[in-house]
């Protein structure tokens, strides 16, 4: 089979589908090389971030993806989805904030009377392909016709587990504003967002959406919807603050000391959406462990954590549960609250719902196999260098 990379521009051209997006050009392009963050040709991190380990091999790579840990990346038995109600949603939540975790990266926030909806993906799998890539292993609790008004649509990059073509489609019928990091907005104007819709900040930059202030703020990571790095499109962190509430959502991040400076410019957060799964040995500088996702999280001032990104699809070598384990484990340590509700069921960060290990009962049996040296209960060895940075050429 030809390797994607080994294409020709042409054979490129002829296996790419609407779902891999457009370049940036124009306005648009003229805006992102202007960016302080463009460097010599590119977006650059804000510490120096390797994309993989390169000293393994692609080969160890692709073989510890398709093998490592089989037994224990996907749980044995259907995963407990709240089905959410358009009624539910109908009621507006007494504190004035209210969050429903939909799966994956994917969170409705309502937040002062207005929804913001981060990272939706409604899509079977992550992919641009139909028939390949990462199946998710639980259905959407609630259908996006069923959501009602959506005021904000938050793009945090543009990795297909964040950023779905069919799912962007369905919600250009509510109305919704959209908020994406720079050179994102091209993927989205040419699936039909009406340009007029669409807001592109560069990090540390903020705009007034719909009653509410959003910023991009830096994060640790990539694009990338073809086989190699994307040079023209920003990935970011977002808080959003409304009248008497804020929140921040991470996206995908490896973790940084910028999560400080995010809290000390725009935080406390009544919560925090931060990413604790699909962390591998093989990619350390742009996905968090559940224990730098913890101190994030402290760092940002935020009062109550949800950990997102796990248990949706299968990315990484770690066990299905162990992302959660791992998270709760550090937060007993650092005094961290976290909420883990299941997926779908609402719920308000003033008064979080008490913890139920819901996902012991599908959850593969024995204890997990730790890929990166670490077992759930070792907390404390791996909070000791959560915040250790590596200093490597970008």
């Not at 959410?84 to 994956?104: D, T, V």
């Not at 199946?135 to 069923?146: C, V």
Request: aromatic fraction near 8%; proline fraction near 10%.
């Amino acid at each position: 089979m030809t390797r994607l990379r080994d294409l020709t521009a042409a054979g490129w051209r002829r296996v790419r589908t609407d779902a891999f997006g457009a370049e940036p050009t124009g306005a648009r392009l003229a805006r992102i090389l202007a960016s302080p963050n463009f460097v010599d040709g590119a977006f650059r991190n804000p510490v120096p971030t390797r994309r993989v380990v390169y000293e393994r091999s692609p080969l160890e790579i692709t073989r510890a993806q398709l093998a490592s840990n089989r037994a224990r990346r996907a749980p044995t038995r259907p995963i407990p989805v709240h089905r959410l109600r358009s009624a539910e949603l109908a009621e507006p939540p007494a504190s004035g904030l209210r969050l429903s975790w939909l799966g994956h990266a994917t969170v409705l926030a309502e937040l002062d009377g207005r929804r913001v909806l981060f990272d939706p993906v409604w899509g079977l799998r992550c992919s641009p392909f139909s028939g390949i890539g990462p199946r998710r292993l639980h259905p959407m609790p609630i259908r996006i016709a069923d959501l009602g008004p959506v005021d904000v649509v938050v793009v945090s990059h543009d990795h297909y587990d964040h950023l779905d073509m069919t799912s962007i489609q369905a919600l250009i019928g509510s109305g919704a504003q959209f908020a994406a990091p720079l050179g994102v907005g091209a993927h989205l104007e040419h699936w039909g967002v009406p340009a007029e819709r669409i807001t592109e900040l560069d990090w540390w930059e903020s705009a007034e959406v719909a009653g509410l202030t959003l910023t991009a703020t830096p994060a640790r990571h990539y694009c990338s919807r073809g086989p190699r790095t994307s040079s023209h499109f920003l990935w970011a962190s977002w808080a959003v603050a409304g009248p008497q509430h804020r929140v921040f959502h991470s996206g995908d991040t490896g973790y940084f000391p910028g999560f400080a400076e995010t809290g000390r410019r725009l935080g406390p957060f009544d919560a925090t959406m931060v990413q604790v799964g699909a962390y591998s040995p093989f990619w350390p500088e742009v996905h968090m462990t559940p224990e730098e996702g913890v101190r994030a999280h402290l760092e940002l001032r935020g009062d109550l954590l949800l950990p997102i990104h796990w248990g949706t699809f299968n990315l990484a070598q770690h066990a299905w549960e162990e992302p959660v384990e791992r998270t709760l484990a550090a937060a007993a340590v650092l005094g961290a609250e976290v909420a883990v509700p299941v997926i779908g069921r609402p719920f308000e960060p003033a008064a979080p719902p008490a913890l139920e290990p819901w996902w012991h009962a599908v959850a593969a049996p024995g204890l997990p196999v730790p890929v990166d040296g670490l077992a759930p209960a070792d907390a404390e060895s791996a909070l000791a260098a959560a915040g250790q940075e590596d200093e490597v050429p970008a």
